[in-house]
């Protein structure tokens, strides 16, 4: 990589976030707000304001923003803040700006200057190695780690003519789309299950043996400590009817950039030369900001100790605690302040409604063609990913070419 003579500083403005708490008393304004948390939980480098669905402040009537804090298409938020050493400097291009929208203090706004740099280029360019250890040198914390902004500012930039910046950003981006409307597809996916899941489980309009919803029909319904439910159902907690344990420990230092992958509290973090679990398991974060939070780790996984895995068995079928985890989570269940977490202990109190076997094993039939489609995605959702992961860095530094499409 060869660095041309220009600083991040000389060639754009920034500006620090917006210092309004998230959860602001509301008096007229609802404005989505971009913390910097959420900076690295985006899959992809681009920004739709569709993506903040909870992230919102309110700001009171007599309070001003004003327009440069606003987020405009063009700028790139970078977050100078996090619990994890790997997401800080993360970065997101914004490619739309047809809603208002603001920064969270621990994020700065870059807004260019400059006929020497593409925007979307620079952003490509902070997702790699190059970036990132330019910037670690100034890295300051221990259990959360931040970099100072005017130490930011002092990042070098390559050197390469805007033509071909261009080139590359178009070729990756072309990438980067295929990843997201691949996400797309699976969120519609996961949606539907959802869906089938609540008209099931929560309206009980499952199909009787007449195929007939259960409840409209005239199914019996019985009181029970969560409300009515059909007859022969039962209330019990977790604990009670599935083991629940910790993943094992893995040292970051000893992660791969291939093999089976790996999951953390926030998903996957990377890759092992060995799984832990062979079937997909359901999984809770158990420590940190994103404890409560479940996801559903892949066919052979290594699983950290920063989740717990509900194990299902033959009293509680895979796809049935796989949705009803995702409908009501587990947030009631986190402990702590300065360290949020989940003990096993606790979440084993949780009380569930526990269907009869044979109509969990129906909606497994139902659900199981959903569950395919979403893991083949998820699989060419990684492949297009370490594509462009691979790709990246060798097209910055000119090891490779872009290639250039005929006619």
């Known amino acids: 990589m060869n660095y041309s003579n220009h600083l991040l500083g000389d060639i754009a403005t920034t500006h620090r976030g917006l210092a309004v708490p998230r959860a602001r008393v509301s008096i007229d304004n609802e404005i989505p707000y971009l913390h910097y948390g959420d900076i690295y939980k985006i899959y992809d480098n681009y920004f739709d304001v569709e ?4 992230s919102v402040i309110k700001i009171n009537s007599d309070e001003k923003i004003k327009d440069y804090q606003y987020l405009h ?4 938020v970078i977050n100078l803040t996090s619990e994890n050493y790997e ?22 706004i870059i807004r260019f200057n400059s006929e020497l740099f593409d925007p979307l280029f620079l952003n490509y360019y902070f997702d790699t190695n190059y970036f990132y250890n330019d910037i670690m040198q100034y890295v300051r914390g221990m259990k959360v780690f931040r970099v100072n902004p005017k130490d930011l500012l002092r990042a070098k930039l390559p050197e390469i003519p805007k033509d071909h910046q261009i080139q590359i950003a178009s070729f990756i981006k072309s990438l980067d789309d295929k990843i997201e409307l691949n996400n797309k597809i699976n969120k519609n996916l996961e949606e539907i299950a959802q869906a089938l899941y609540k008209q099931w489980f929560v309206d009980f309009e499952f199909p009787n043996k007449n195929g007939e919803p259960y409840k409209s029909s005239g199914g019996e319904m019985v ?67 994103a404890s409560g ?3 559903v780790s892949l066919p052979k996984s290594f699983v950290t100790n920063n989740s717990l895995v509900l194990l299902h068995n033959d009293k509680l079928n895979y796809a049935y605690l796989k949705e009803l985890s995702i409908y009501r989570e587990y947030y009631d269940f986190v402990t702590g302040s300065a360290q949020p977490q989940i003990t096993i202990a606790s979440i084993s109190k949780c009380k569930i409604i526990l269907p009869k076997y044979n109509v969990q094993e129906m909606f497994a039939k139902v659900i199981n063609n959903t ?21 990246l860095p060798k097209l910055m530094s000119g090891e490779i070419e872009v290639p250039i499409k005929e006619g």
């Open 293 to 295: 939070k479940v996801q």
């Open 51 to 54: 993506k903040l669905k909870d």
């Open 87 to 108: 997401d800080l400097g993360k970065s997101i291009y914004i490619k739309n700006d047809n809603s208002m929208l603001v920064s969270g203090m621990e994020t700065i």
């Open 371 to 391: 569950y395919f489609r979403i893991l083949n995605n998820y699989l060419e959702f990684n492949k297009l990913t370490n594509l462009r992961d691979t790709l």
């Open 73 to 76: 298409t063009g700028d790139i």
């Open 223 to 289: 009181e029970s400590e969560l409300g009515l439910i059909p007859k022969g159902w039962e209330v019990k907690e977790l604990g009670e009817i599935l083991d629940i344990k910790y993943g094992k420990n893995y040292p970051t230092k000893n992660l791969l950039d291939e093999g089976f992958p790996v999951f953390g509290g926030n998903g996957v973090i990377g890759y092992s030369e060995r799984y832990i679990y062979k079937e997909p398991h359901t999984l809770v974060a158990c420590r940190g900001a």
